[in-house]
């Protein structure tokens, strides 16, 4: 009922699955992985504890091939089970059970493997499979271009529900506080594939950080563009955007050196132009928490041009 992928990023160390299924809310039962240590995708009647155990036996320094054959070894149902484990080293295991339903199997290769069970046929996997050798993106994308690769050669038989993407990364977590870099899921729709693809690019959006190179400076004409969109949305200077944040205690001033260190900014500060003040800085900065792009916020006297993207849209839409 599901196809997967369970991979190994050479250039990052990234460790991530993807997968599909006609089943509800995929994601809360296949995809596990942990940086630095590898990736498991348990399916076909799954035993959730292939997750947690793989890893720890993993992460105690088994191999992928030997922790999969300690699961499977240790399963009264392993003829019914389906999983693929990938480790930290490249090393990767694809095991299928004898009765898994037709079409069932799986390929690996250093640093993947690729299962499926209930599929149309045998190219569904080799579309995971050669369409992650080829490459050509980068690894979160790629992970889901294999999964409408294989859904494209037939994908399971049975139709689709769901689909999720789960990546690790060391201190990738939202505020570096864990490994979950992307943990993306959908949960059900009728094209679950496409849909992960576009909650992916929101991803991109909401929590990359530009480069300083990537920035555009603010000109006069620029600032006035700002202004005027700003004023447009009501988010100008002491505007609706600058109530949505107000702390339950009004004495909390967050740059107080007892408070909370202020959010850090992208880039050096430069003069600001002519129209343009601390105060519609601020205005600009909370609009942008209120539109989620906090993660974008550009030195004073800059902008992110994702960002500026964003404002024009909106403004377009009010228009």
Not at 83 to 90: F, L, N, R, S, T
Request: aromatic letters at 8%.
């Amino acid at each position: 009922m599901t196809f997967s992928i369970v991979a190994l990023d050479p250039a990052t160390g990234d460790l991530g699955v993807a997968v599909q299924s006609k089943f509800l809310a995929v994601g809360a039962v296949v995809p596990w992985a942990a940086a630095g240590v590898g990736a498991v995708a348990t399916q076909s009647f799954a035993n959730v504890a292939y997750g947690p155990d793989g890893l720890a036996a993993l992460r105690a320094g088994g191999s992928a091939a030997d922790v999969l054959a300690r699961l499977t070894a240790d399963d009264p149902l392993r003829d019914q089970r389906q999983a693929g484990i990938v480790d930290a080293h490249g090393g990767s295991a694809t095991y299928t059970g004898r009765g898994c339903m037709a079409w069932a199997g799986g390929r690996t290769g250093s640093g993947w493997a690729a299962q499926g069970n209930i599929l149309a046929g045998s190219a569904v996997v080799d579309g995971l499979a050669d369409t992650y050798l080829a490459g050509g993106a980068p690894f979160p994308e790629l992970l889901v271009t294999c999964l409408a690769a294989a859904d494209a050669a037939g994908g399971d038989r049975r139709g689709r529900e769901s689909a999720a993407l789960y990546i690790a990364r060391a201190g990738g977590g939202y505020g570096g506080g864990n490994d979950r870099y992307l943990d993306l899921r959908v949960d059900q729709h009728d094209d679950p594939i496409a849909e992960l693809g576009r909650v992916l690019a929101f991803h991109h959006l909401y929590f990359d950080r530009p480069t300083a190179q990537e920035l555009l400076p603010l000109t006069p004409a620029l600032a006035a563009e700002l202004r005027a969109d700003l004023e447009r949305l009501g988010a100008g200077p002491g505007g609706w955007t600058a109530r949505v944040y107000v702390p339950m205690d009004p004495s909390y001033e967050p740059n107080d050196p007892g408070g909370d260190a202020a959010r850090p900014f992208v880039g050096e500060p430069r003069p600001l132009p002519e129209g343009w003040n601390d105060a519609w800085q601020a205005a600009l900065v909370s609009w942008m928490g209120v539109e989620n792009v906090e993660e974008r916020t550009a030195a004073p006297g800059w902008i992110d041009p994702r960002v500026l993207q964003v404002l024009r849209s909106k403004v377009a839409a009010a228009t």
